[in-house]
C-alpha cells in the first residue's frame, strides 16, 4: 500500500496550502483516512479524519474551522486544504488509512505513508 502525501511547502503564517494524498495498493473506499501531523521532538498528532464515503469529518480542535479534509474515491486521493495556517502548525504531515479503533490514535491506522514537510514562517 502507497500512500504519497504531497503539497507541503513553505508558507508565511496566514496562508494556506492544499496537500493531497493518491492511495494505490489498496481498496481505498473501503477505508476511513486521516491526517496527522509530527513536529519535531513531538509525537504524531491526529488532526483530521474522514469516512470511506465522505460524508462524515473529525477535526482536532486546533484544526478545526481552519482546515478541510476531503476525498475522491474515483481519484483514490484524500486531501487536507489547510486556511489560515499558524507557525505551530509546522509539522510533517502524514495520511494514513483506518478501519477500526480510536480515530485519534495513531496506532489504529492500518497504513501510513511518508509524509510532506510544512513549514510556516511569522
Known amino acids: 500500500v502507497q500512500l504519497p502525501a504531497s503539497g507541503g511547502g513553505l508558507v508565511q503564517a496566514g496562508g494556506s496550502l492544499r496537500l493531497s494524498c493518491a492511495a494505490s495498493?489498496?481498496?481505498?473506499?473501503?477505508?476511513?483516512m486521516g491526517w496527522f501531523c509530527q513536529a519535531p521532538g513531538k509525537e504524531r498528532e491526529f488532526v483530521a479524519r474522514?469516512?470511506?464515503?465522505?460524508?462524515?469529518?473529525l477535526y482536532a480542535d486546533s484544526a478545526k474551522g481552519r482546515f478541510t479534509i476531503s476525498r475522491d474515491n474515483v481519484k483514490k486521493t484524500v486531501y487536507l486544504q489547510m486556511n489560515s495556517l499558524k507557525p505551530g502548525d509546522t509539522a510533517v504531515y502524514y495520511c494514513?488509512?483506518?478501519?477500526?479503533?480510536?480515530?485519534?490514535?495513531?496506532?489504529?491506522?492500518?497504513?501510513w505513508g511518508q509524509g510532506t514537510l510544512v513549514t510556516v514562517s511569522s
Open positions: 495498493g489498496c481498496t481505498f473506499g473501503s477505508y476511513a
Open positions: 474522514i469516512s470511506w464515503s465522505g460524508g462524515s469529518t
Open positions: 494514513a488509512a483506518h478501519q477500526g479503533g480510536s480515530v485519534y490514535n495513531a496506532l489504529s491506522y492500518d497504513y
